[in-house]
């Protein structure tokens, strides 16, 4: 895989070693003209150039040659009668396989041995061997780092006297981390249109560049874009929060400097713990603090009766989540869906197979949030080192967390502000809670002062209501011994009282 610079470079050797046949594989057909027009002024030689649109070319000058019959016949007379020339070809097709087209090119090449000339296929497709062993293969991958920060600078310029766009420096190094994997076309698409949108650019509408993404491909039933509040707020969960700060720079880091000292970006982190405890919820956080759109993918949607379908779906889904990339994944009670894999069932262990590998080597910029209520009906296999870059136990919240949550939620559904000393009671009351015990107390409260008006939230009635609330701890005592027994042996723990981690 290359990108402009290193293709190119590979082009221009090529044709002075004068190698019957070069295979540019690339789907951006306009920018390896460009690319080809550099070359030939640069070798100051003439490249022939044949696309349907067009016909032939003499690229470098506004030379233009109708060809009446078959180009390939073009080709052939041309490379009888001019040694040492070069054609390109932009509109190659059907030479996968061994047919009447492929043959057709073969004798091209078997002339071009002859007649030192050089023919250049542009084309995605794949190669008939018989084809390929006359010359060599090159990749233009999509633009790199550097290509598309230069392109969106470009575009600031085209645009910037037009639109009011106030992106700095970092901002244009972030939105060329959103865009990475699309072509040149696809980025400016997805730029015109944010920016036509919006009728300018931001830092807010960086976000909104990866929304646009998901647009581009086939939608997949399995996975569906969540909306994230950009101003949410979750309470506690400090080491988690201080982890996934030390990991950002990381999973936006370029990939030069990732290859330089052997690293991949995180691949994400499983989140089991005692139920209502802010597990769903921490995807959410991680989307907005890296400002990243969020995918919840449904794996238990994956399974279908008919024979390979399962696999079939489950790497359409892959594809999927790969192509959105940079985005973050969350997947809800995961071991519902891979348990299944367990029971005997061939079809449920070859889809845990390709998400496995998928976890495990994929290069994409995906972040994986998956959480889970009973961390015993995983699959071994899924805590292997590298699949997950760690295991966060989210326990029931300390007392400083519920003071934090009480807090929050007074301030959002009440529009009150609690005073210490009723704080403190309520804090003691909410004991054994966790955070969805502290939510649906006070949004009880709220529900009522909906209707009957703000005289009603009084600290009798906060204090009484949260007596009442029977709480998942004593609702279900030994569900949870169980799990926080699993959390403090083999994960860690996010929030700080428990200890965890560390920088």
Not at 139 to 161: H, K, N, V
Not at 241 to 262: M, N, Q, T, V, Y
Not at 343 to 372: C, I, M
Not at 393 to 400: H, Q, S, V
Request: with cysteine.
């Amino acid at each position: 895989m290359g990108n402009y610079t290193s293709t190119k470079a590979e082009i221009k050797d090529y044709i002075c070693a004068r190698t019957p046949l070069i295979v540019v594989d690339s789907a951006e057909r306009e920018r390896v003209e460009r690319m080809l027009r550099e070359i030939a002024r640069e070798l100051r030689i003439s490249i022939s150039y044949y696309t349907d649109a067009k016909q032939v070319v003499a690229l470098g000058s506004d030379a233009t040659k109708d060809v009446d019959s078959d180009p390939l016949q073009f080709i052939a007379a041309s490379f009888k009668r001019n040694r040492n020339s070069t054609f390109a070809f932009g509109d190659v097709k059907r030479i996968g396989e061994d047919n009447v087209y492929s043959r057709e090119i073969l004798n091209i090449l078997y002339l071009a041995k002859e007649t030192n000339c050089t023919l250049i296929l542009i084309t995605a497709d794949n190669v008939w061997p018989r084809l390929s062993q006359f010359g060599m293969l090159t990749t233009l991958s999509y633009p790199d780092m550097e290509e598309r920060m230069a392109q969106i600078r470009a575009f600031i310029a085209q645009f910037g006297t037009r639109y009011p766009i106030a992106w700095t420096d970092e901002d244009v190094h972030m939105a060329a981390t959103l865009l990475r994997g699309f072509s040149e076309i696809q980025i400016d698409n997805i730029l015109s249109t944010t920016l036509v949108s919006n009728k300018r650019l931001g830092r807010e509408h960086l976000y909104q560049l990866t929304a646009q993404k998901s647009r581009l491909y086939a939608a997949v039933s399995s996975i569906q874009m969540v909306h994230v509040d950009r101003s949410l707020t979750v309470s506690g969960l400090d080491n988690l929060k201080r982890w996934l700060d030390a990991k950002k720079p990381i999973f936006f880091a370029s990939d030069e400097a990732l290859e330089e000292r052997g690293l991949t970006t995180p691949k994400g982190i499983l989140l089991a713990g005692v139920p209502g405890c802010g597990k769903s919820l921490s995807a959410r956080m991680v989307a907005k603090e890296w400002e990243l759109p969020l995918f919840r993918f449904d794996l238990g949607t994956i399974y279908d009766k008919w024979v390979g379908e399962s696999e079939k779906k489950m790497k359409e889904a892959l594809r999927f989540i790969d192509n959105v990339s940079p985005c973050v994944v969350w997947v809800d009670e995961i071991e519902k869906a891979l348990s299944v894999s367990d029971s005997g069932n061939d079809t449920g262990k070859r889809v845990l197979g390709q998400f496995l590998f998928w976890l495990q080597e994929s290069r994409s910029r995906v972040f994986l949030v998956a959480t889970a209520n009973d961390i015993t009906a995983l699959p071994f296999e899924l805590f292997r080192k590298g699949r997950f870059s760690e295991i966060f136990f989210i326990d029931l919240p300390n007392a400083a967390e519920r003071r934090a949550t009480i807090a929050q939620y007074a301030d959002q559904s009440l529009h009150i502000r609690i005073p210490e000393e009723e704080m403190d009671r309520l804090v003691r009351a909410s004991d054994g809670f966790s955070y969805s015990d502290i939510e649906y107390a006070i949004k009880d409260i709220a529900q009522l002062a909906l209707i009957r008006g703000q005289s009603v939230i009084t600290a009798e009635r906060l204090e009484e209501t949260f007596r009442k609330i029977m709480p998942i701890s004593r609702n279900n005592p030994d569900m949870v011994a169980r799990i926080r027994k699993w959390g403090a042996e083999r994960a860690v723990a996010a929030s700080s009282e428990s200890g965890g981690y560390e920088e």
